[in-house]
């Protein structure tokens, strides 16, 4: 039973947290929320323990179209980083700034880029396309994610300065139009680079916030130097293009890690 820890692990997690915002907030939805998602996580942990290949696909699915049906369309919250800044700046700690306090701020210290690899709504689609190997090297653009970080903020920013009317139902269409941009660009760039996960490299916002709390991420993969043998495969396998065999901090491309877990399935010796 001890290979099943981890996944009850993180539902613990995930009811406290629940638990802890449906009492303060006095609001039964967090109970409801962060359950569904913690459940939908530890599912997806016991089906990948279990040594089923679409593990990770099913949580995706889960979560994503959970947050990006439900909250999203039919609950009409932008859960883009425009809406955590939209409540910031209105000073209302809910939905989406309780969402990115959680799963992108702070859980990432926990958690590293897990939420990349299994409840983000935006990289859920391009992972289903051809190329989950990356086929061509990495490339040095990823500051163009802090262009469209600093986009995202000016953005709802000149909202408020120019005190516009009816907010609310501008974030709700920004975030429909977000999300056809975001995955109209995700899936162009996938084919472009030949890379699935390019987009979330190279353009998606969020990692902004993500990177530097994931180099102090406690749940981490990694190498059992004694087992290695240098074989290559888990660098071949990775769609991040993270170096699994340097345990360091500082290893290459170290923050971009999200869980996936292809590296620990294809290792011949059991290594990571």
């Not at 369309?73 to 959680?102: D, K, S």
């Not at 995700?186 to 472009?192: E, L, S, T, W, Y």
Request: charged share 20%; with cysteine.
């Amino acid at each position: 039973m001890k290979k099943y820890r981890m996944p009850v692990i993180l539902l613990a997690i995930f009811e406290i947290v629940a638990v802890t915002l449906w009492l303060t907030k006095d609001n039964l939805f967090y109970l409801f929320n962060f359950s569904y998602i913690g459940c939908s996580i530890a599912l997806g942990m016991f089906l990948f323990i279990r040594e089923y290949k679409h593990a990770r696909r099913i949580v995706q699915l889960l979560v994503g179209l959970y947050i990006l049906v439900y909250l999203g369309f039919i609950c009409g919250e932008n859960m883009q980083i425009e809406g955590f800044w939209y409540y910031l700046f209105t000073g209302v700690f809910e939905a989406a700034t309780i969402h990115y306090a959680v799963a992108k701020i702070f859980g990432p210290l926990l958690f590293g880029r897990g939420w990349c690899g299994y409840a983000c709504w935006t990289a859920m689609v391009p992972d289903f396309l051809p190329y989950k190997v990356p086929e061509k090297p990495r490339k040095k653009i990823g500051w163009i994610r802090y262009i469209t970080f600093a986009a995202s903020l000016i953005f709802v920013a000149a909202l408020f300065l120019a005190k516009a009317g009816n907010i609310e139902k501008i974030m709700f269409w920004a975030f429909i139009a977000g999300n056809v941009i975001y995955y109209a660009t995700g899936i162009i760039m996938a084919f472009a680079f030949k890379d699935n996960r390019a987009f979330c490299k190279y353009i998606c916002p969020i990692t902004v916030f993500m990177k530097p709390m994931s180099y102090f991420s406690l749940i981490r993969v990694r190498c059992d130097k004694d087992k290695c043998v240098s074989c290559g495969k888990c660098k071949k396998v990775c769609p991040m293009d993270v170096d699994m065999t340097d345990n360091s901090r500082k290893r290459a491309n170290g923050t971009e890690c999200i869980l996936c877990m292809e590296c620990v399935r294809n290792c011949p010796k059991g290594a990571l």
